[in-house]
């Protein structure tokens, strides 16, 4: 209904430990490429979105130091957050903004530098994205033990076990060791997966993400301006959102998530595409929130590209490999590219937009056939999920 | 150029310190107020935006929990915070997001419960809401200590003096006394205000906003939407925002927030209006960010009300009380009504539209005429700006 909307530009540092940069630096390496990808100055992006969880450090607001640093100062700003999710609320800000009139230009920059603070601090943090009140606090939940929850309902219902998890793991790493910019660039055996420490049974080491910095930054800008920017615009088809209960004790189905399922919903109803399973049929190739192995096999689920239960054959048959049904996270994924959790989702749509432009390494390059990709970034444990979908074709 | 959108409900709690609620219930009191006041449902609203600049307390990660507690799960949902402006850019994007056709409905939730934290934790934390490394950090520049830098600049520059200052304090906690929800609802004399002790020079105690708990909402509709569900729709006309730098070393001038003006000047340009001085002629009541005394100084100036260093004569004249050329703050504004930081520019708008529609108690309601009213939200010192302007006509 409002102005279609473009990607002219994005850039994506290079995972991992980043003790090299501050976080003004970081995220330049983003812009900058960005930038240069657009051929576009500072002076032209009207607006910038940071998505950042922070509390890493004692800079707080990061905006306004990223805008400052990377000459983006006086334009308006804000930051957004919605947990792990954050980056695609950003890029659905940006493009709303864009969409609406209100800007032609505008940027979304995801940046978070987790290793500012000592591990056990960290994963003391993320554990409070859930209920901190109901669950972190009285029951001591953490992330692998959230996510554990739905493993072992997933396991228990539809007969998967820990050697289909760590196909996952193999599978994202395999990739990450193609991707320069992956924070682990080494292949995994299924034997290491499956003889790695657990965390939180029935998840080991290798069925985790691992904790991240980096930054990612895409330029949205509006069609009449897209096409004066660049002869290869990736268009903004549509963005589903959906959210779920704070607490876990007030869902009855751990085996798929709600809001994930709901936004996957939501996207698709705005691309104007059908409403059954298959739905991979559609796609080149996706991003998915695997920030640990499971999730992935939801993932497939909750985007329908199967149907419940049947998520588990996809990764066992190789299908979410390049030349399988439906390549999943070519990057390497959260697990093996990393999750530096406000630059994810952000990270996501840079990716998948070098994907249909084909111009990613080789190894790791999806067949573009239908001209569209699709991206799944859940905020908690599916609290937020975004779903984006992008397309060659003008929407 | 996108869609008209509209405010179709507000909602406003008690601002002062809530230690009675927690952060889901001090969130539902406004909820419910502009789900009330639209005659909507929580299913009717289909993404809702939580301005909270949080970290008080243990709960980081406020939508989800404030949306579980309301009724607003499955809906889409982030936070946005843009330090002390965050509540006007939460405004933005259900604005842009409305806008641009995304969604017909959508609502801003502002929401702080500062007082979670010991006193001296949230002045150590505000301070940090400068640029922590180089200012807080190196300097131990608290937010008194900023504002103290401007004060003396203009005070240099203009000649204004202390009783000036003092005279916005008496201003708005006149104004406060009359409006039941503020945090403080008594009178001061220029005397007990000039004879408070020094915060940060030339600041005394009543120059300062105080730390103040509180939620806000405000519900936007589309054109469509908005005359099904009300007779009495209040339009957005037109938002500006800008930024500024981290680093108050960069900036040049003390006497004015070039964000905030930059920001005003956008806003003007927006919604058509002349660029030039007397701008208050347009409005009949202005709701400005008098987190210190002298930034109602300030504002008056930034928005061009008048010339610069003549703002100081508006308030010597009493030209910014109810009967004078422009109202400010008739709701007691940050300084009486309190500042959550979160809360205080979605406040701002439920304020104004209950000043457009002649709703508000006897004693502070301006005299309508043009049907324009006018929000100025600073986040930081000048580090973040926001200028909204609301009309009955619509734009």
Same mark, same amino acid.
């Given at each position: 209904m409002g102005r279609k909307v473009a990607i002219v530009g994005v850039g994506h540092s290079r995972y991992?430990? *980043?003790?090299?940069?501050n976080i003004g630096e970081l995220a330049w390496e983003s812009i900058r490429q960005a930038l240069d990808d657009s051929g576009l100055d500072q002076k032209d992006i009207e607006y910038y979105i940071v998505s950042s969880v922070g509390g890493w450090s004692s800079e707080y607001l990061p905006a306004v130091v990223v805008g400052e640093y990377s000459g983006l100062t006086p334009k308006g700003t804000a930051r957004v957050e919605a947990a792990c999710a954050s980056g695609s609320a950003a890029v659905k800000m940006a493009y709303d903004m864009v969409s609406s009139g209100s800007v032609d230009i505008a940027m979304a920059i995801g940046l978070e530098k987790m290793n500012e603070s000592p591990t056990p601090i960290v994963v003391e943090f993320i554990g409070r994205a859930g209920n901190y009140f109901w669950e972190f606090h009285n029951f001591g939940l953490t992330f692998p033990g959230y996510y554990a929850l739905y493993a072992t309902s997933y396991m228990d219902r539809y007969g998967a076990d820990e050697e289909d998890l760590c196909r996952v793991a193999v599978k994202n790493h395999f990739y990450g060791a193609r991707n320069p910019k992956a924070h682990f660039q080494k292949e995994v055996s299924i034997e290491k997966c499956l003889s790695s420490r657990y965390i939180a049974w029935p998840l080991k080491l290798y069925d985790c993400s691992p904790i991240t910095d980096g930054s990612s930054a895409v330029i949205l800008a509006s069609e009449d301006m897209a096409e004066k920017i660049t002869d290869s615009p990736v268009w903004i088809e549509a963005i589903g959102e959906a959210s779920d209960t704070a607490n876990l004790s007030k869902r009855d189905d751990f085996t798929y998530l709600r809001a994930a399922r709901e936004a996957a919903e939501i996207a698709y109803k705005r691309a104007g595409l059908e409403n059954g399973y298959n739905m991979y049929k559609y796609f080149d190739v996706a991003e998915v929130h695997d920030c640990f192995t499971i999730a992935e096999v939801l993932a497939y689920e909750d985007l329908r590209f199967v149907e419940a239960g049947r998520g588990i054959e996809l990764i066992r048959d190789g299908e979410t490999y390049i030349g399988g049904k439906i390549p999943v996270n070519l990057s390497g994924g959260l697990k093996a590219k990393g999750h530096p959790i406000g630059a994810t989702g952000v990270g996501m749509v840079a990716e998948l937009t070098n994907q249909l432009l084909q111009r990613?390494?080789?190894? *790791?390059?999806a067949d573009i056939k239908n001209g569209r990709a699709i991206a799944h970034n859940v905020g908690g444990t599916g609290h937020y999920a975004y779903v984006t979908i992008l397309s060659l074709s003008k929407p």
């Open positions: 991992g430990l *980043r003790s090299d940069v990613v390494e080789k190894g *790791r390059q």
